[in-house]
Structures are given as C-alpha cells and as structure tokens.
C-alpha cells in the first residue's frame, strides 16, 4: 500500500518524522535488549574468571612443586 501522491510538505515531513522517531525507537530497544545480555553474559564470565583464575594459578604452582619433587627423588 503506498501513501497518497498529492499530501501538503508539512504532512510529508511529519510522517517522514514519524518514520524516523519510530525506526529510532526500535533501534534503541534492540540495543538496549543486547547491551542486557551482554550484561548479564558478561557478569557471570567475570564471576566465572575470578574463581578459575585463581584455581588455575594454584594448579600450576602444584605441579611446580610436584615436578621439582619427583626431579628430587629420580636423582638420588
């Protein structure tokens, strides 16, 4: 369905007006819905990180030892 040919400027500018609020409203929702879940994403990968980080460092400091360990031992 096209909008009538013979409109005033100023009706054709309201609309165009209306398009434009409109297509700015939904623009604004849709990032506002991404930058939520990346939010939220993003909370739990932190949450996530600060609890492996810290496992993995000590993990690693553990099988340091171990290694340096079992050097002890086989060279005896």
Known sequence: MRPPR???PAAARR???LVDVTLGLVLAVAAIIVA???GVVGFFALLAALALVPWYLL???HRRA???RLDGVRRR
């Open 6 to 8: 013979n409109i005033a």
């Open 15 to 17: 609309r165009e007006l």
């Open 36 to 38: 939520a879940g990346v």
């Open 59 to 61: 993990d690693g400091r």
């Open 66 to 68: 171990r290694r340096r």
